[in-house]
C-alpha cells in the first residue's frame, strides 16, 4: 500500500547567481506487509537546473527533517532497542558515495528552527537532522536527475510507527540543499538551490488506518503550513 504523505511547502529566497535551480522534495510512506502499525517513509529528491552540461547539477548535499502534525502519535523508530542508537531513527540511506548523517529521534522543538511552525514541542518523535553530503569525491552529478530531466530519487528511507487505528501527516522540511556546478569556485564546486519545493500531489494524506469514529474529524481536513528554512547546521 503506497500513498504520498502529505508535507510542508518549504520556500528560500537566495541572492541571484548565474543558474536557476530547483529542488523538489516529497515523502512516499509505504506501510509494512507484517506489522500495519510501521510505515517505511522514503525521502525522495528531483533536482532541475538551467546548467547545459549533463555533468552539472544532481544534489550534492541536502538536511531532512520529517515532521510529525499530530500531537502524541507518530514516533520515528529506533534504530537499535537500546544504548545510545535508541535516540536516533531507522534510516536506510539509497545512494551510496554521500556520507551519511542518522537523524535524530526526538520531538522536533522551536529551537531547531526559528519561526517554523512545524517544530512545536507537541510530544512526537520526529527525525531531524538527517542528512546527505558530498566531502569532494562528485560521485552522484545525477541525484535527482535523468540527463538534463529532473526525476524523483529516494535518498533516504526513513521508519516510523503509529498505533494501529490512528492517523497522522507527516511533513518533509529540506534544508541548506546544495548541487554541482563545475563553474562554481574550487574545491567544492557546488552551489546552494535558489529554489525549493514540496511536492504534495497524490494523496494529501495521511499514515495509519483511523478508526471508525475517527473518519469524520478528516472530513475536516487540514491547513497547509508555511516552513521557512534555517541556516544549514555546520
Known amino acids: 500500500m503506497q500513498r504520498i504523505l502529505g508535507a510542508a511547502v518549504v520556500v528560500m529566497l537566495s541572492a ?11 515523502l512516499v510512506g509505504t506501510q509494512d506487509a507484517t506489522d500495519q502499525s510501521v510505515w517505511h517513509v522514503a525521502v525522495q529528491v528531483s ?44 534510516t536506510t540511506f539509497n545512494v551510496t558515495g554521500f556520507t551519511n548523517v542518522t537523524p535524530a529521534k526526538r520531538d522536533a522543538v522551536p529551537a531547531d528552527n526559528a519561526g517554523n511552525a512545524l517544530y512545536d514541542a507537541d510530544g512526537d518523535l ?10 569532494g569525491n ?29 492517523t497522522d501527516k507527516l511533513n518533509l522540511v529540506l534544508v541548506g540543499p546544495q548541487y554541482y556546478d563545475f563553474t562554481a569556485p574550487a574545491p567544492s564546486f557546488q552551489r ?5 519545493a514540496i511536492d504534495s ?5 495521511a499514515i495509519g488506518v483511523p478508526e471508525p469514529t475517527s473518519l469524520a474529524l478528516l472530513g475536516l481536513g487540514s491547513v497547509g503550513l508555511i516552513g521557512f528554512v534555517r541556516r544549514r547546521r555546520a
Do not use: C, E, W
Not at 16 to 26: C, D, K, L, P, Q
Not at 59 to 86: E, L, M, R, Y
Not at 126 to 135: E, L, P, R
Open 192 to 196: 546552494a538551490y535558489t529554489t525549493m
Open 47 to 90: 533536482s532541475g537546473q538551467t546548467t547545459s552540461d549533463n555533468t552539472d547539477g544532481g544534489v550534492s548535499g541536502v538536511q531532512f527533517d520529517i515532521i510529525s502534525a499530530g500531537h502524541g502519535k507518530s514516533s520515528a523508530a529506533p534504530q537499535t532497542a537500546s544504548g545510545p542508537n535508541f535516540a536516533k531513527a531507522k
Open 126 to 135: 520526529d527525525a531531524v537532522f538527517g542528512s546527505i553530503f558530498d566531502t
Open 138 to 166: 562528485f560521485a552522484n552529478t545525477t541525484v535527482g536527475r535523468n540527463g538534463l530531466n529532473p526525476v524523483f530519487t529516494t535518498i533516504a528511507t526513513v521508519d516510523f510507527t503509529i498505533p494501529v487505528g490512528q
Open 16 to 26: 541571484v547567481i548565474a543558474n536557476a535551480s530547483t529542488i523538489t522534495g516529497r
Open 201 to 205: 500531489s497524490g494523496t494529501n494524506g
